[in-house]
């Protein structure tokens, strides 16, 4: 396989350093063609993208290596990041005796959560009039870093003290108002573009728990906004959010894009069903087992670290594929 995430020039590939290795296609494949989510119209598909397929790709790997060397493996790792991360904490909560080491990297723990949060602050709340948030992403960031860079007694143009950046940003982006609360141009924000950003600022919760007694999903962090290929990638895209029929309309944000992919086929089961109107409410039971298969939110380790599990979870602060408060 090739590199490890985030490892750099001078790392060897695993496979060169006696390392055997496997990975899996989450135990699907696409045809051409279709939405990435469409393999959740498969109850097998499904059960394997949630949990099983790393499972079985871990236990045919321990018995190849067995017949090729002999010998079974004397320590066995997981590295995954984003969705990989969620797998990653999966094998930790479910097969705690399968690995040795893992290593989580911005882990979608909470899948449910952030789906239903993308679909929401991502496509609800921006298909409102004004609310778009269409050219504004260097103007949220210039005015929360003008709010929150200096929070930490240091100018740098980096928000460092980011626990302590909500209440002066919140200040800041406020008196960015469009005086009519219209959309006025680039250099305001209407008071539906504010709901989006307040939102994004806020998280999600449901009227219900998902698997684990979970309730909410964590809001995003300040900072960053205008990094390349934050925001602009994953808050606003280049077209604004809108459904008719599938497939999705191509540059509308990622999290629209993902989120109502999960709602149509993971939840409503209906690839023409309109994410625009999804409550959640009116699916519960369908949320709740989805969430039970899906979400990496069991807090309880005991039976991993009692048999010496090592565990390395990894955060970045500007992320807006997923919530960084999501594992803290």
């Not at 750099?8 to 695993?14: A, I």
């Not at 991360?85 to 959560?113: C, H, K, W």
């Not at 939110?297 to 390395?312: C, E, M, S, V, W």
Request: hydrophobic content about 40%; aromatic content about 10%; glycine content about 12%.
């Amino acid at each position: 396989l090739g590199e490890s995430r985030y490892a750099g020039p001078q790392v060897r590939l695993p496979i060169t350093q006696a390392y055997m290795t496997a990975g899996t296609d989450s135990g699907h494949q696409n045809q051409p063609g279709a939405e990435p989510q469409a393999f959740a119209l498969n109850e097998e598909a499904l059960h394997n993208f949630a949990y099983a397929a790393y499972k079985k790709t871990h236990d045919v790997a321990v018995h190849i290596g067995r017949l090729y060397y002999g010998e079974s493996p004397r320590h066995s790792y997981y590295m995954g990041g984003s969705e990989g991360g969620r797998e990653a904490m999966t094998m930790a909560q479910r097969y705690p005796a399968d690995f040795d080491g893992i290593i989580s990297l911005d882990p979608v723990m909470n899948f449910s959560g952030l789906q239903t949060f993308g679909n929401n602050v991502g496509g609800i709340l921006q298909s409102a009039p004004g609310g778009w948030l269409n050219g504004k992403t260097q103007l949220v960031h210039d005015t929360v870093l003008a709010a929150c860079d200096a929070l930490d007694g240091i100018t740098d143009s980096v928000v460092s003290h980011y626990l302590g950046c909500k209440v002066p940003a919140d200040a800041a982006l406020a008196a960015k108002r469009c005086a009519s609360g219209t959309d006025e141009g680039p250099a305001c924000l209407s008071d539906a573009q504010l709901a989006t950003i307040a939102a994004a600022h806020t998280g999600y919760s449901f009227n219900f728990p998902l698997a684990n007694g979970m309730t909410a999903y964590a809001p995003f962090g300040y900072g960053g906004e205008g990094l390349p290929g934050n925001w602009e990638r994953w808050m606003v895209g280049t077209v604004p959010p809108s459904f008719t029929a599938a497939p999705n309309v191509s540059g509308m944000n990622n999290l629209f894009t993902f989120g109502n992919g999960y709602v149509r086929y993971f939840i409503a089961q209906d690839p023409n069903f309109n994410p625009l109107g999804y409550d959640p409410d009116n699916f519960q039971a369908r949320v709740q087992a989805v969430s039970d298969i899906m979400d990496a939110t069991n807090p309880d380790l005991t039976a991993f670290f009692n048999r010496g599990g090592k565990l390395i979870v990894k955060e970045d602060m500007a992320d807006t594929a997923q919530s960084p408060f999501t594992a803290l």
